[in-house]
């Protein structure tokens, strides 16, 4: 009955490579979330879908790419890795702007290691 | 510019005494505030939050928080506190500016520290 899951929930990898994150929500709700959580704990949104269309995109490199399949999806994919793209990153869903102001349910996060 | 400044990266209270954790803010237009609590190795937990009406705004295990917006602060409560506790504690505030968007800006933690 787990509300938000994301997969893989360690990821290690090599400095260039692609990798994908993926998130999913069974709470029915329109609304999902991307932030980055860095190592000094600082959290940030990186992007938003509200039922497949994205919504909020902060200023995030374009090797980060958002894909929401449909509204209890939304997966992270990130090309040619850095160094700097280590962090722990958190999926989050809420109900959509017209059901007021949703609250903001988190997944267990990624922690991702780039080597 | 919005934001929200937790102004101590640790508290430590004794079980059993009461805690508070400070949260400030600054937005245009009426605030909306949260708290959520992060366990090690775990996710954000949704504790509570303002929207409007009561200032004293109840939440899950105990906690609450005060609306003060005068000073502008969202301090969070509870009056007797537990080693379990213990946690990473963000304050976020809704950006004005996210239309009808729940765009959420977080403050950078607070540290709890429960000692028996």
């Known amino acids: 009955d787990t509300a938000v899951s994301q997969t893989p929930k360690y990821l290690v990898t090599q400095m260039g490579n692609d990798k994908s994150i993926k998130c999913e929500q069974n709470?029915?709700?329109?609304?999902m979330y991307w932030y980055k959580q860095d190592s000094k704990k600082f959290l940030k949104i990186m992007f938003s879908?509200?039922?497949?269309?994205?919504?909020i995109n902060e200023t995030v490199p374009n090797r980060f790419s958002p894909k929401s399949p449909d509204k209890a999806h939304l997966n992270l994919h990130i090309n040619s890795l850095e160094l700097g793209d280590s962090a722990v990153y958190f999926c989050?869903?809420?109900?959509?702007?017209?059901?007021?102001?949703?609250?903001?349910?988190f997944g267990p996060g990624t922690r991702l290691t780039v080597l | 510019a919005q934001s929200v400044a937790q102004p101590e990266d640790q508290v430590n209270v004794a079980e059993g005494n009461p805690l508070t954790v400070k949260c400030t803010y600054s937005?245009?237009?009426?605030?909306?505030l949260f708290w959520y609590v992060q366990y090690p190795n775990r996710g954000l937990q949704f504790l509570l939050k303002?929207?409007?009406?009561?200032?004293l705004v109840k939440g899950s295990y105990g906690f609450e928080a005060e609306f003060n917006k005068s000073q502008t602060s969202f301090h969070l409560k509870k009056p007797s506190a537990l080693v379990s506790d213990s946690a990473l504690y963000f304050c976020?505030?809704?950006?004005?500016?996210?239309?009808?968007?729940?765009?959420?800006?977080f403050g950078a933690g607070t540290r709890l520290a429960v000692h028996p």
């Open positions: 976020a505030v809704r950006d004005a500016a996210s239309g009808g968007y729940n765009k959420l800006i």
């Open positions: 937005v245009s237009g009426n605030p909306y």
């Open positions: 989050a869903s809420s109900q959509g702007p017209g059901a007021g102001l949703g609250t903001q349910y």
């Open positions: 709470l029915g709700h329109d609304t």
């Open positions: 879908y509200n039922n497949k269309e994205l919504i």
């Open positions: 303002y929207i409007t009406g009561d200032n």
